[in-house]
C-alpha cells in the first residue's frame, strides 16, 4: 500500500511527491562549448548539447526517426570536460555516479523542453535502455507533475509501442 501525502492542495502518492522534484526543470548552463555555456543546441542536423553537473558532463540528443518530425529523447554521460564534440564516442547510457539521478533528470528535462519548442519537433519517444530507465519512464508517465510540463509544452502521452513511450504535440 502506498502512503497518500496532502500537499499544495492535492492529495498525491508518496512516490509521486518524491518524483516530484526530479520532473521539476532544473535551469542549467548548456552548450557544444567545452565549458557547456553557449546554449547551442544543433550540429550539422543532429540535435545535441552538453551539461556539466558534479564533475561529469552530460550529452542531451534528439535522434531523427527515419524522414519524419519523430525524434528520440536520449541522454548519456562521460568523464570527459573537453573536446566533447570530437569525442562523441566516450559518452555512455551507463550511471557514472554523477549525483542524484533526480538532478540530472531534471536538468535533461529543462534543456529536452527547450530543444522541443525551438526546433518544433512534433512527436517525442523515450527508450527505456534498460530496466531501470523503464521503471521510471513508466512512473513519469503517471505523474502529474512530468505530464503538466509536456503539456504546457504542448504534448500530450500517447502510450506506449514496441518499448518506446510516446508523446505527441497537440
Request: glycine share 8%.
Amino acid at each position: 500500500m502506498s502512503s497518500i501525502i496532502y500537499s499544495n492542495n492535492k492529495f498525491m502518492t508518496f512516490n509521486e511527491f518524491c518524483l516530484s522534484e526530479a520532473i521539476k526543470p532544473k535551469k542549467i548552463n548548456f552548450g557544444l562549448n567545452d565549458d557547456a555555456n553557449d546554449q547551442r543546441t544543433k550540429l550539422q542536423g543532429l540535435f545535441i548539447t552538453f551539461f556539466k553537473l558534479n564533475g561529469l558532463t552530460y550529452s542531451v540528443n534528439m535522434i531523427q526517426d527515419g524522414s519524419s518530425n519523430e525524434y528520440e529523447i536520449g541522454f548519456a554521460t562521460s568523464k570527459l570536460q573537453i573536446n566533447l564534440i570530437d569525442n562523441l564516442h566516450s559518452f555512455s547510457m551507463r550511471r557514472m555516479g554523477g549525483g542524484g539521478a533526480a538532478e540530472v533528470f531534471s536538468c535533461v528535462f529543462y534543456i529536452f523542453l527547450l530543444m522541443i519548442k525551438k526546433h518544433q519537433i512534433e512527436i517525442i519517444k523515450f527508450n527505456p535502455a534498460d530496466n531501470v530507465l523503464g521503471k521510471f519512464y513508466s512512473i513519469l508517465i503517471k505523474n502529474v507533475f512530468f505530464l503538466k510540463s509536456l503539456q504546457d509544452a504542448g504534448f500530450k502521452f500517447q502510450g506506449i509501442e514496441h518499448g518506446y513511450f510516446y508523446f505527441k504535440k497537440n
